[in-house]
């Protein structure tokens, strides 16, 4: 059964920063491109940052600068460490991993069930 558990969500002020944690179990996670995507009230998803199961990154030009996306295969774990957090940051935040590569990340095979991010003072 495979599993992709977010953490690490929660409430910060603006300028804060947070990481989030997705711990994936029943995939092979070396082989996986895995993202980021996050959903805010009323908004369509839309990507934060991707890795290709060789590392290469690719991010949203609204985070560029802000956020990075890190994978440690030896934890099964992907990585989103925010910092300058804005207001605008807030949403549902979902990993995914898909074999197939980064391409196919927009309509993943496998999804989290997400973790909130709240930006507000």
């Known amino acids: 059964q495979v599993q992709l558990v977010e953490s690490g969500g929660g409430l910060v002020q603006p300028g804060g920063s947070l990481r989030l944690s997705c711990t994936t179990s029943g995939i092979i996670f070396r082989l996986n491109a895995m993202g980021w995507y996050r959903q805010a009230p009323g908004k369509q998803r839309e990507l934060v940052a991707t890795?290709?199961?060789?590392?290469?990154?690719n991010y949203a030009d609204s985070v560029k600068g802000r956020f990075t996306i890190s994978r440690d295969n030896a934890k099964n774990t992907v990585y989103l460490q925010m910092n300058s957090l804005k207001p605008e940051d807030t949403a549902v935040y979902y990993c995914?991993?898909?074999?197939?590569?980064?391409?196919?990340?927009?309509?993943?095979?496998?999804w989290g069930q997400g973790t909130q991010v709240t930006v507000s003072s």
């Open positions: 890795s290709t199961s060789g590392g290469t990154t």
């Open positions: 995914n991993a898909d074999p197939r590569g980064s391409r196919y990340l927009w309509e993943a095979r496998y």
